[in-house]
């Protein structure tokens, strides 16, 4: 067995939704250098093209389509597009994510139904319409993007933590509704890394010391410290990896 063709993902197409910036474009870029052509996804054009450029200009194969992840109508013609266009999907990370942060008592009932649409309806969305591809052809990787939430609370995101423990079981329901047609479904459980969404804890320094004080590798998250996981559950390398959230957090999962 050639131990480096496990991870290579030469020849094969990954869609990577809400990849314009932070932790989507990271991946994307990781499993285009893994060989990948990479679809890259967002609702704003603009952002997006020049995220696919900044790929673009690394000699990588990237292509960037633009659609509304929370809108089963527009999810449904996109994935069609793609597969027609650019070829069959043999992967998917669905990454797309938002946070806010307020005390649960005066918590916004319209920021709630906008995390459960963009957090946990997006996933089952394009899920299921890039599931429908994978299924008749045998085979296909899913990789949702759960968080250390998923297993842990904080003050002020009880909702966002719903959301994830959703994301986390959805990922293993998923797995045992398609692993007999041969897909691989997992997750990616990231904990605090240095992005767009965190920059004012970033900028705390009472929560940034806490943190790291808090987190066995005693350091904020970099975000090249998750493709490695990504290109492991997108690969060959994990197929026999089914319903598994591997937790990239620096092991605050595993200490109190």
Known sequence: MNVGSLFDLSGRIALVTGSSTGIGFALGQGLARAGAKVVLNGREPGKLALAADRIRQEGLSVHEIAFDVTDSNAVKPAIERIENEIGSIDILINNAGMQFRAPLEDYPEDAWHALMKTNVDSV??????????????????????????????????????????????????????????????????????????????????????????????????????????????????????????????GGVTASL
């Open 124 to 249: 089952f969305y394009v899920g299921q319409a890039v599931a429908k591809q994978m299924i008749p052809r045998g085979r296909g990787k899913i990789i949702n993007i759960c968080s250390v939430q998923s297993e842990l609370g904080r003050p002020s995101i009880a909702p966002y933590s719903a959301t994830k423990g959703a994301v986390k079981m959805l990922t293993k329901g998923m797995a045992i509704d398609w692993g007999k047609h041969g897909l691989q479904v997992n997750g990616i459980g990231p904990g605090y890394f240095k992005t767009e969404l965190n920059r004012a804890l970033v900028e705390d320094k009472a929560f940034s010391d806490w943190l790291i004080g808090r987190t066995p590798s005693r350091r904020w998250g970099e975000l090249e410290d998750l493709v490695g996981a990504a290109i492991f559950l997108a690969s060959d390398a994990s197929n026999f990896v089914n319903g598994q959230i591997i937790y990239v957090d």
